[in-house]
């Protein structure tokens, strides 16, 4: 069972820049998939990101391409989400997610949330413009 935590969200001013982190715990971190999503206020979840196991390959959405850059640590079990040049409409609660099976490739379901399985309880980012 994978345990993860997000931390690093905060409020920033609009052009400002967050990094987020998400601490693995509990399985095997480094042959997941780890995926970053948001929750707009009233709005659905959303991908965000999408990096694979081996570190070498990313998808992002085309809303954040750009200025939002994954990476992952897997000596310290921990994927980041470096956010810069920040949008109000980038105000959301961020979780990231780790698909279960391993050493899987990036395909059309690294976008959807239905192929993630775990999932951390989410980290809050307010833009003020």
């Known amino acids: 069972q994978v345990q993860l935590v997000e931390s690093g969200g905060g409020l920033v001013q609009a052009g400002g820049s967050l990094r987020l982190s998400c601490a693995a715990s509990g399985g095997t971190f480094s042959s997941r998939t780890m995926g970053w999503f948001r929750r707009p206020p009233g709005k659905e979840r959303e991908f965000v990101g999408a990096m694979d196991w081996t570190g070498s390959h990313t998808t992002y959405a085309d809303s954040v391409k750009g200025r939002f850059t994954i990476s992952r640590d897997n000596a310290k079990n921990t994927v980041y989400l470096q956010m810069n040049n920040l949008k109000a409409e980038d105000t959301a609660v961020y979780y990231c997610?780790?698909?279960?099976?391993?050493?899987?490739?990036?395909?059309?379901?690294?976008?959807?949330?239905?192929?993630?399985?775990?999932w951390g309880p989410g980290t809050q980012v307010t833009v003020s413009s």
């Open positions: 997610a780790a698909r279960l099976l391993p050493y899987s490739d990036l395909d059309e379901g690294s976008i959807r949330p239905g192929s993630y399985d775990y």
